[in-house]
């Protein structure tokens, strides 16, 4: 059940192997497992100083070394510079060789501080979720 309080960590339970879904601070995740192991996070609301390092905690408890992730972020309505930092962080993992990963971005809100900070070249962005998961999954 879902909390009235939007400052309410709440985890969503899901089938067993399938990522769960979590609503924080503003910003909810919907997660699903797709082909290839590609833990798709759809992410909606405010990804700001407090729901920053729910998403990290997040990633880190979902994507492992075998799988990976694909960020749906057109549900976005704010991105603060946390998330920025969180998207960065990712970045640098991939560099590392650490995840394989995508995002799906359309919207201003989240190109917009992408292109500012010059983040949008040194990340795999996608225009639609089913291109970003073949790309994820190596079916591209």
């Known amino acids: 059940m879902r909390s009235s309080d939007p400052n309410t960590l709440t985890s969503q339970s ?17 997660a699903e497992l797709r082909s290839g192991d590609v833990v798709l996070a759809h992410v909606s609301g405010e990804v700001d100083l407090l729901s920053a390092p729910e998403l990290r905690q997040w990633v880190e408890q979902h994507v492992t070394g075998s799988s990976g992730l694909v960020l749906d972020l057109d549900g ?16 640098e993992q991939a560099a590392n ?3 394989t990963w995508a995002i799906v971005a359309t919207k201003r809100v989240v190109l917009r501080p992408l292109e500012a900070t010059g ?6 962005v996608y ?10 999954a190596g079916t591209e």
């Open 14 to 30: 899901a089938p067993a192997g399938q990522p769960r879904s979590l609503d924080s601070h503003g910003m909810r995740i919907d």
């Open 119 to 124: 983040l949008v070249s040194q990340m795999p």
């Open 76 to 91: 976005i309505g704010f991105l603060g510079s946390a998330g920025l930092s969180v998207l960065a962080e990712l970045s």
């Open 97 to 99: 060789d650490k995840l």
């Open 127 to 136: 225009e639609n979720v089913d291109d970003a998961v073949k790309a994820v």
